[in-house]
């Protein structure tokens, strides 16, 4: 203990401070100031002058007890005088011996992120010792969601989705579908018209917009086609929910197409669903996007608006372009360079009924 102005000063408040704070290693002369004259309600300029002498012996203290060492030659100019600069000695977290012999049977996981954060490690532990477990036998869990997996093992059910499980997963980089468990799936919008279970082959049609879908659904319900199951994709959603269509029954029997906006993203979009399925028959339904191009072409094709347009490179744009002619290719491929768009709201209901009307 120190005596400062007639007040005790105890050296472990300012160490408890120092270690405490782990963002912060190095110390200026000024910052070790401002520290003390907080624990200790004294002014700075008072700790400068009438208590200089209990200040600097605190620093000595501090460093002969190994919490701080001096940083840097540059001194002050007080006498005694102090470094400028000191840094904070923490001791250094290793894992025990024991907690060596148990990380190597941890073998499902990655532990990368946890080489350096041991205290990390120790708490999240038991979590991570679950999550391997339920990683050495996912077959025993292909029909259960996520959710139910959850209350099997941690009791609650939104721990892996939402609770200190989730945050666990995420630091050893696993993902929902890394655990063989029945993906959860948002209920996809669809139409399924007559004899669909009947046949061994169906034409099922994914359209991006919910407008474009409704005056589809309207149009397919009045007029003769060849569509037997019509699903609203909801933009990105589609590439998520997917799996979804299973539960329908689609299968990798059936030839799916696709229909969106004539621009980079909805493009982006069929290709990612096209690459991430590569078991089902996906591709372009060259009819509706036919229909789109000339409906656009004649109201004039606009610079898109939007800021989320992704380049496209020529490799994969050509999976999406080779469905088509080799006219309405290069004019698909002009749009799309030059990010110009034609939305597929222009494709509407009494457009639809002429394109369908002259098939």
Known sequence: MKKLGGVMMNVDLIKSELLSNKKKIVYTIDDLY????????????????IYYTDFYNIIKELENLGIIKSCGKDKTS??????????VCREKNVFTEEEKINIAKLNRVNLGYYSKRVD???????????????????????????????YIIFGYEKAMSEDEASVVMKKLGIKEENLGCRMKNEPLL?????????????NILIVENLETYWSLNKVLREMSNDIDMLIWGKGCSIES???????????????????????????????RLKNNFKDFSIMPSTSLYKNLLRIGTKMG??????????????????????????????????IIKNREYIPQEALNYNELRKAYGNE
């Open 34 to 49: 401002t520290v003390m004259s907080r624990i200790y309600k004294k002014r700075v300029v008072d700790l400068q002058n």
């Open 78 to 87: 007080v006498n005694p005088s102090l470094f400028k600069k000191y840094k």
């Open 120 to 150: 990390e490690f120790r708490e999240d532990y038991d979590i991570i010792v679950a999550l391997n477990n339920l990683l050495r036998d996912t077959t025993s869990y292909i029909e259960i969601t996520l959710n139910e997996i959850s």
């Open 190 to 202: 669809n139409t399924i018209f007559k004899g669909f279970y009947e046949k061994d082959r169906r």
């Open 241 to 271: 929910n997917f799996r979804g269509t299973i539960l329908y029954g689609v299968n990798k029997n059936d030839r799916i197409f696709y229909f969106g906006d004539i621009d980079l993203s909805g493009v982006d979009i069929f290709l």
């Open 301 to 334: 094709i606009k610079k898109s608006r939007s800021q989320k347009q992704i380049d496209i490179d020529e490799d994969r744009l050509n999976i999406f372009l080779n469905a088509f002619t080799s006219e309405v290719k290069d004019k698909l491929k002009a």
